[in-house]
């Protein structure tokens, strides 16, 4: 009796180890993350792009610009580094349904088979560098998402003759557009706060700047040696200007409003100025 006992229990250890799906030592598959189902679209769809996850910073949704709203702030993708030859780029607002959101540090720097690319609203971020000195890049189709326009990010773009930016864009970095030696026009579409950073126009063709109500800020040699710069309109919305803004742009003429920050500062820097 107790020999068919001890041979039914081996019996059942028997069928329980067989029934069992999961051997010793192996981990249970979870489902696949955001980045796991990357790797496999960029392979899968030979994107010609590298591209990473990240998940938005809340400085990057400010809260200040009432013609911008996003709310939705969960990861999205920004493009690393562009590996297609192609001249003229529309970059996908989304992939595989997770949208991309920035176009990363020198992305596309110094392509110099670029010649016209198209942004999505879905990208609020272009990062330094991201177009540095592509020179045959002469169209920039910059829709009204993007907030951020970074350091660098055009400098060197010296085929670019005008630049369009959305109300979406509230801060131009340092250097953006710096020796784009052709740029003759630049479009602001609205009012929007906006802030200028150091040099972010520098040594380029402008001839006359209409900034929009709401600009804040003009930071150091802004417009420095812009030597075509005949006029620049600079709203009463703006309370500082750094001294050497203007610096070798010789011929500007400043337009201002009368008792304003900008007139203030015409009288003190003694620039040439027209008060209203």
């Known amino acids: 009796m107790k020999r068919l006992t001890a041979l039914l ?11 069992c799906k999961i051997k010793t030592g192996t981990q249970v598959p979870l489902e696949p993350t955001i980045e796991e189902n990357h790797i496999a679209s960029k392979e899968l769809d030979n994107l010609p792009y590298e591209v990473e996850i990240i998940t ?9 610009n009432k013609h911008y709203v996003e709310t939705d702030k969960s990861p999205g993708y920004i493009l690393t580094k562009y590996l297609g030859e192609e001249s003229v780029v529309t970059i996908p607002a989304s992939i595989d349904g997770i949208k991309v959101i920035k176009i990363g540090n020198a992305c596309f720097s110094k392509n110099n088979k670029l ?3 198209t942004i999505p609203p879905s990208i609020i971020n272009i990062d330094n560098y991201a177009f540095y000195g592509c020179e045959n890049l002469k169209k920039v189709n910059l829709s009204n998402g993007v907030v951020e326009i970074g350091d660098s990010a055009f400098m060197d773009c010296t085929a670019l003759t005008e630049f369009q930016f959305p109300v979406s864009v509230e801060n131009i970095g340092i250097c953006a557009f ?3 030696t052709n740029l003759k026009n630049i479009i602001f579409l609205e009012q929007r706060e906006l802030e200028i950073e150091a040099s972010a126009f520098s040594n380029t063709a402008l001839e006359r700047v209409f900034l929009p109500i709401g600009t804040k800020s003009i930071d150091n040699a802004a417009f420095l040696g812009c030597k075509n710069l005949k006029e ?5 919305t703006v309370t500082s200007i750094k001294k050497n803004a203007f610096k070798n742009s010789s011929k500007v003429t400043l337009f201002v409003s009368k008792g304003s920050y900008a007139h203030d500062f015409a009288v003190e820097a003694k620039e040439k100025y027209k008060a209203t």
């Open 115 to 117: 010649t016209e690319i």
């Open 232 to 236: 620049i309109l600079i709203p009463n």
């Open 178 to 180: 710096s020796n784009c």
């Open 9 to 19: 229990l081996i019996l059942i250890s028997i069928l329980t180890l067989c029934s």
């Open 56 to 64: 938005p910073k809340d400085d990057e949704y400010p809260n200040t």
